[in-house]
């Protein structure tokens, strides 16, 4: 049995192979290959293109999909072994899983990170305990890493650029007037790696690096597949001969759960928007991002409306990779 936990696990050739399928799922979606087949979403957190895009994937599949909201129109869940179950969650994971592992034929897990300490929420505990205990695969809809949205924009750069090997790919850090999640910069980092790409990861200073882990697997996945990782600071620099543009906001972790200790810091940032300015000093590069934007903070309305910005492509690209994934864990 496998799972979709994060594409550190896949190799190149086995997320090529879901691309393949996804491009061919694109062409032709409506089929009855889930058939018969139920998957359980589990959402701890707010979405709208993720639920939207799994749910209408199963259908289209012929599948069907059980939305729950732990919390809300479920029990709370406790993820965390051992403990004295005196709080807020009515169910422990163990239970859970194993309950809808009975119901269900794959489950699909949204559970973004605490933000109050990052050497606890860098395991990715909450995916990895839902894996421990179903006996059915488990796909990663967004934790601290977005696997199903690496795969969206792969896609879209495959259709867009061809070959990816040793495309000039820019990371950029952008502003935000709160620090979120590292899960879709990891992502990004980790794909565009894995495909052999010349990465420039572009943020304002050393507070702003990502974590060591996913820091560590993209150089060896730079080092694997033929390209390379650049770390910049200077926006000139990096934006100079890109070919793709990434844009994502994310919080120093040096300052992981205390945001007002950060401000003092993030404030003086806003240069870092992505605008016209900046796009000239591309290669002609596409755009993108994994949305939700706020237009005018993390890029402008001209960026966002021009004919290179390909996020909703991307957007919709996650309803065809999504469905090529649970067809290649189900083996359907």
Request: proline fraction near 4%.
């Amino acid at each position: 049995m496998r799972h979709f936990l994060t594409t550190e696990d896949w190799s190149q050739e086995d997320l090529n192979q879901l691309l393949v399928q996804a491009a061919a799922l694109k062409e032709n979606p409506i089929n009855d290959r889930l058939a018969g087949k139920s998957v359980a979403l589990l959402f701890l957190n707010p979405s709208m293109r993720t639920r939207t895009s799994f749910q209408v994937g199963i259908q289209q599949m012929g599948g069907i999909a059980v939305v729950l909201q732990p919390g809300q129109d479920a029990w709370g869940i406790e993820f965390r072994s051992g403990e004295i179950m005196d709080g807020t969650a009515e169910e422990h994971v163990s239970e859970v899983a194993q309950v809808l592992s009975r119901y269900c034929d794959l489950i699909a897990l949204r559970a973004f990170p605490g933000f109050q300490n990052w050497e606890d929420d860098r395991h990715d505990n909450f995916i990895l305990a839902m894996a421990e205990h179903a006996t059915v695969p488990v796909v990663n809809m967004e934790t601290i890493v977005h696997p199903c949205q690496e795969l969206a924009l792969a896609l879209t750069m495959k259709e867009k650029l061809g070959d990816l090997f040793k495309k000039r790919f820019l990371l950029t850090w952008t502003w935000h007037p709160k620090p979120l999640n590292t899960a879709v910069a990891n992502s990004a980092l980790l794909i565009a790696t894995k495909f052999g790409m010349d990465v420039t990861l572009l943020c304002p200073n050393e507070e702003y690096l990502l974590d060591p882990r996913f820091m560590t697997a993209a150089r060896r996945n730079a080092e694997i597949n033929g390209g390379s990782l650049t770390v910049s600071h200077n926006i000139q620099e990096a934006y100079t001969g890109a070919e793709m543009v990434y844009a994502k906001s994310w919080g120093a972790l040096p300052f992981y759960g205390h945001p007002d200790e950060e401000w003092p810091l993030r404030r003086q940032l806003r240069q870092f928007i992505v605008d016209e300015e900046k796009m000239a000093l591309t290669d002609n590069a596409l755009f993108s991002h994994c949305l939700p934007l706020r237009r005018n903070i993390k890029a402008t309305d001209a960026v966002m409306d021009a004919d290179y910005c390909v996020a909703i492509d991307e957007a919709e690209n996650r309803l065809h990779v999504q469905k090529s994934v649970l067809l290649n864990l189900l083996n359907c």
